[in-house]
């Protein structure tokens, strides 16, 4: 079974680090991106399956990337999650409107990411929705 | 200093517009093309330092695009670096005895790609390139 690919954006190495491995050891294969622009690459040559998406990146934000995804024909309709520590009271409506699926600020809790995560999966995909990691039978 | 310009060379829009802008942000000029007619056009016009070439392109291929500018005096040094989805174990060999410096199979490592292309600048000033090993 083919493994969904989730790319995370973030400059935060340490967040990075600790959210690949939390995917991997759930079934997921991750790429990573601390930039804008490497995000970007990415998304137009891996086409993702999700992205995690941070909005305060050191060559851009996390807007531009969503501008810039949805008009690559490849990757337009990947769903977006964001993960920030901007306040959401301020930022979740913008992200929303922008194509986010969900906001997360930071710091989350892992449960809830995992299961929006899931969710947006199986949305985006509702026939596969049986080889997602927290519904796998095997 | 003078940026250096690279003319990206591919058909797939998604990862032209991709590299364009990964390679903007670091400081390099881009121009693009979609197929192996446009790149020898884009070439003479653009006159880039670098290029960035896939190897399936419509109206040619990407060793026609090479072979073309290697019989073109002005356009014959420009560096070149194949960044193909075709199978390396056949292409990379061909590629560098076409004249290519690297050969890349997509997805290409975003950072191995840079490392490749500041080689290239690294050799034309004549400080000693680093080896493939050490990029990856």
Do not use: C
């Amino acid at each position: 079974m083919v493994k969904k690919n989730i790319l995370i954006v973030d400059d935060d190495k340490d967040l990075l680090l600790a959210l690949s491995v939390r995917l991997a050891s759930v079934g997921y294969d991750v790429s990573r991106a601390p930039d804008a622009a490497t995000a970007i690459l990415k998304a137009a040559q891996g086409k993702p399956d999700l992205i995690l998406l941070d909005l305060g990146l050191p060559d851009g934000n996390g807007f531009f990337v969503m501008d810039v995804v949805r008009q690559l024909s490849s990757a337009a309709n990947v769903p977006v999650i964001v993960i920030s520590a901007r306040p959401q009271d301020v930022y979740k409506e913008a992200a929303i409107l922008a194509g986010a699926k969900d906001y997360f600020q930071k710091p989350y809790r892992n449960d809830d990411l995992m299961t929006a995560i899931e969710r947006e999966l199986a949305a985006a995909m509702p026939d596969s929705a049986a080889s997602m990691p927290g519904l796998s039978d095997t | 200093m003078n940026k250096k310009k690279i003319l990206i060379v591919d058909d797939n829009e998604d990862l032209s517009k991709g590299l364009k802008i990964y390679l903007r942000s670091h400081n390099y000029l881009t121009v693009v093309a979609g197929d192996a007619v446009s790149a020898i056009s884009q070439a003479k016009k653009e006159k880039p330092d670098l290029i960035i070439l896939d190897l399936g392109l419509p109206a040619g291929d990407g060793y026609l695009v090479m072979d073309r500018l290697s019989n073109i005096d002005e356009l014959a040094t420009i560096p070149i670096i194949v960044v193909s989805a075709r199978d390396y174990k056949v292409h990379k060999e061909r590629s560098l005895n076409a004249g290519a410096k690297a050969f890349f199979q997509k997805p290409t490592d975003s950072v191995a790609l840079l490392a490749a292309i500041e080689n290239v600048w690294a050799e034309q000033s004549g400080l000693r390139p680093i080896t493939e090993e050490q990029i990856i």
